[in-house]
């Protein structure tokens, strides 16, 4: 059975900083693709980031020079650096692991930017 749990959302005035993390646990053989998403209030879930094995990242337009995705493979963690956030920011963040031949989601952490 694998697991991610997910860590460190919460508010936050605009143009400052966030951290989220994500970490996996459970029967892993492989991790390949880490991803995060984002579902904002009356709209659908929407890709922000993911990162390769190899650590090749990519990033949604509307974050680009602003978020930064990483992660750890010797602790299966994804993490999520988020800064210069803006009101429009604000959702519910998921992150998504690609793990042997399935994906699996995290629980979902709130991100609030205040204006």
């Known amino acids: 059975q694998v697991r991610l749990v997910e860590s460190g959302g919460g508010l936050v005035q605009a143009g400052g900083s966030l951290r989220l993390s994500c970490a996996a646990s459970?029967?892993?053989?492989?991790?390949?693709?880490m991803h995060w998403f984002r579902q904002a209030p009356g709209k659908q879930r929407e890709w922000v980031a993911g990162?390769?094995?190899?650590?090749?990242?990519n990033y949604a337009d509307s974050v680009k020079g602003r978020f930064t995705i990483s992660r750890d493979n010797a602790k299966n963690t994804v993490y999520l650096q988020m800064n210069s956030l803006k009101p429009e920011d604000t959702a519910v963040y998921y992150c998504?692991?690609?793990?042997?031949?399935?994906?699996?989601w995290g629980q979902g952490n709130q991100v609030t930017v205040s204006s």
């Open positions: 998504a692991t690609d793990i042997d031949i399935r994906r699996y």
């Open positions: 459970g029967t892993i053989f492989s991790i390949n693709g």
């Open positions: 990162i390769t094995s190899g650590g090749s990242t």
